[in-house]
C-alpha cells in the first residue's frame, strides 16, 4: 500500500487522461479517492466504513465499499464500529 502511494501516486498523476484515481486500504474499508478537477488540480476524498460509497463522475460510476470489500472481516475498534 505504502509503494502505491508514494511511488506509483506520482506517476498516474501525470498522465493526463486520468481523472479518478483510487487507494483501497488493505486493512480497513477504506478508500481514498484523488480526482482531477477541471482546472488539473487533485482533489482528495475519503470515504470510511462499509456504508460509504465512492461517486466516480468522470465514467458515470459509482461503488458501494460493501461491495468492494465483501467478504472481508475487519477488527472491530472498541466503540463496537469496524476500521
Excluded at 487522461?17 to 479517492?33: M, S
Amino acid at each position: 500500500m505504502s509503494f502505491d502511494r508514494i511511488r506509483k501516486l506520482p506517476e498516474y498523476q501525470t498522465i493526463e487522461t486520468v481523472v479518478h484515481i483510487l487507494l483501497v486500504d488493505t486493512e480497513a474499508p477504506r478508500i481514498d479517492l484523488l480526482s482531477r478537477d477541471t482546472d488539473g488540480a487533485w482533489v482528495q476524498g475519503k470515504h470510511d466504513g462499509l456504508d460509504a460509497r465512492v461517486d466516480l463522475p468522470a465514467i458515470q460510476a459509482s461503488l458501494e465499499l460493501t461491495d468492494v470489500f465483501e467478504g472481508l472481516d475487519f477488527d472491530e475498534r472498541s466503540d463496537g464500529r469496524t476500521r
